[in-house]
């Protein structure tokens, strides 16, 4: 029995110009389609806006979750960019503090990327070598804090991130204005702390 395709391009093979220029197009459209309010990413309405067959599309994208994966790629990298300099900074728990403000606005802002961060599986060996990278970068940062006695040992990288998608959840389901998200922040960071 074969199992989901996979783009070529998450293989490290190089697509063919038109395959390529066919990826970017799809990829332009459901861009425009989020900008526009429309995040249901209907593969088949895609293919019609593109210009292109819907097998083609299904080719890059197996399913509408390979696609939000494709879209946040970009913004996946800016987050393990930004834990990797947390995980470098003098004060960890202060980079701790600063990473998690970034990734929950980034996450509120961008619902798709969201999905892609809480995931349990994905669809893209591309999208879980990022979560790899950014679940090294915070497990280098919670031990750095773990030094200080300033987090609890038992929490790892992995626990973290679903939390932040536990608050990005809460916050989206009401009040998402910025003293809310600071309370359920420090909320988040209380509970890190060891027990007194």
Do not use: W
Not at 77 to 94: C, K, Y
Not at 123 to 130: G, P, W, Y
Not at 156 to 163: F, I, N, S, Y
Request: proline fraction near 3%; aromatic fraction near 4%.
């Amino acid at each position: 029995m074969l199992g989901p395709v996979t783009p070529k391009a998450d293989q490290g093979a190089i697509l063919r110009a038109d395959a390529a220029r066919n990826r970017a197009r799809v990829l332009q459209v459901a861009r425009e389609q989020l900008a526009a309010g429309d995040d249901s990413l209907q593969l088949n309405a895609i293919a019609r806006l593109a210009g292109v067959g819907v097998g083609t599309v299904y080719r890059h994208f197996p399913n509408q979750h390979a696609l939000r994966e494709a879209l946040s790629a970009d913004r996946f990298r800016e987050l393990v960019g930004e834990a990797q300099a947390a995980a470098e900074t003098d004060d960890a728990l202060a980079g701790l503090h600063r990473l998690l403000r970034f990734a929950l606005a980034r996450a509120l802002e961008d619902p798709g990327f969201a999905a892609v961060l809480e995931s349990a599986a994905d669809a893209e060996a591309h999208t879980s070598q990022l979560k790899a990278e950014l679940d090294r970068a915070v497990a280098r940062l919670l031990d750095r804090a773990r030094l200080t006695g300033a987090i609890r040992r038992d929490v790892e990288a992995d626990d973290v991130r679903r939390l932040l998608c536990g608050i990005e959840h809460a916050l989206r389901a009401g009040d998402r204005g910025p003293a809310r998200t600071e309370v359920y922040l420090d909320v988040l960071l209380e509970g890190l702390r060891p027990s007194r």
